[in-house]
């Protein structure tokens, strides 16, 4: 059977290529220091274990639009947390089988494809581009959307707090960017998972009346409890927003059985009534991007950006982005060269703070030292 790989389409899948740097980081003789990925480390919170378990007979098929209980949760922590009311817990809101899943297949979703731009980052995670490329779209780096100048666009993403720079967009921007996808007809989609990790200044969603004037129209906001409550291996999210476009995405999913399981959805619901789990996770966090940020900084490296999330953005005079992985992993600490996400990042490497407290200060030390 012969077909055309749909592979062969996506761009490369970049983590292959930290594969000689992380044999030599391991050859330490205290061990690597991995703060290339952010993929959490610390304990699943015990309530949400305990809902996750509660809800485990659970033969029935789940729904796409998920259950009224997990969706209510999520409505009522954007209004607890970010200070977003009245998104409506049956028509505005749909869980997503981890916000990686949604980003990827949105464009294909709403029947982007050939000869439709999308706009994406000029400092992005890969997905964007590579969900545009799925669909066969034209994918369009750019540091601000309403800076572009060339033909209409379908979709324009914006990350804030962003990966992997750390940068926070402010309102004022967001409302710019809000009143140039209407007047533009753009849908844009603001990926918020970061938005509780706000260190130097306080993440704002696109949904906030303030931003948005309270319609939701043309907008969506991603959100995932990945970072949030340490449930990468969930896959836990829900996007938000206009209704006529929340409807289109229900609508295709159904057809595509994509669900969020039963169990999932008790253990989301926990998770988001829940917010003390969530500052705790948050002191672990500074401690770490205060040790790290006083470590790399004392060794020669400037931070930048870096006001929120959980990475940050490092270079050294020395060195480009491979280089610095390189001197880096000399020490047994892994990390991402920021030309993974665009060649504004040639010159940065992006260091997580999802290392246990352990192997953070093991890195400190050997920083120091």
């Known amino acids: 059977m012969t077909f055309a790989p749909t592979s062969s389409r996506l761009p490369d899948f970049p983590w292959d290529k ?8 391991a050859a330490h003789p205290d061990g690597i220091v991995d703060l290339s990925i952010g993929s959490p480390v610390d304990p699943v919170p015990d309530l949400v274990k305990k809902a996750l378990a509660d809800a485990a007979d659970a033969p029935s098929y789940p729904t796409t639009i998920g259950t009224s209980t997990a969706r209510q949760a999520a409505v009522d922590w954007l209004a607890r947390r970010l200070e977003v ?65 060339g033909g209409p666009v379908r979709v324009a993403y914006l990350n804030s707090p962003r990966n992997p720079s750390g940068e926070i967009t402010s309102a004022n921007d967001l409302r710019a960017a809000v009143e140039w996808a209407r007047a533009n007809d753009v849908l844009l989609v603001s990926d918020e998972c970061y938005a509780e990790f706000g260190w130097d200044a306080k993440p704002v969603s696109v949904l906030h009346p303030d931003v948005c004037g309270g319609s939701f129209d043309n907008l969506l906001a991603v959100h995932s409890l990945s970072k949030r ?13 206009d209704q006529a476009v929340v409807a289109e995405l229900l ?26 789990h969530v500052e705790q996770q948050r002191e672990r966090y500074l401690r770490r991007r205060s040790v790290l940020r006083q470590a790399l900084t004392d060794a020669g490296w400037t931070i930048t950006l870096s006001q929120g999330g ?9 060195y480009d982005a491979y280089g610095s992985v390189a001197a880096l992993a000399d020490r047994g600490i892994l990390v991402a060269p920021g030309a993974f996400y665009g060649t504004a990042g040639d010159r940065h490497v992006r260091v997580a703070l999802t290392g246990t407290d352990e192997r953070v200060d093991a890195a400190v030390k050997r920083l120091q030292d």
Do not use: C
Request: proline share 10%; net charge negative; hydrophobic share 50%.
């Open 310 to 318: 959980l990475y940050l953005w490092a270079e050294h005079p020395s």
């Open 18 to 25: 930290l594969a000689p740097f992380k044999q030599k980081a």
């Open 251 to 276: 609508a295709v999913r159904k057809h595509a059985g994509l669900m969020v399981p039963s169990p999932i959805q008790a253990a989301m619901a926990a998770a988001f009534a829940d917010d003390t």
């Open 85 to 149: 009311p009245g998104v409506d817990p049956l028509d505005g809101i749909l869980p997503v089988i981890g916000t990686k899943e949604l980003i990827m297949l949105l464009p294909t979703l709403l029947g982007i494809g050939a000869g439709d731009t999308v706009l994406i980052p000029d400092l992005a995670y890969p997905t964007y581009e590579a969900g545009a490329a799925l669909a066969r779209a034209t994918s369009i780096p750019i540091a601000d959307p309403t800076q572009y100048d």
């Open 229 to 241: 409550s340490n449930l990468a291996g969930y896959r836990a999210g829900f996007v938000a927003g």
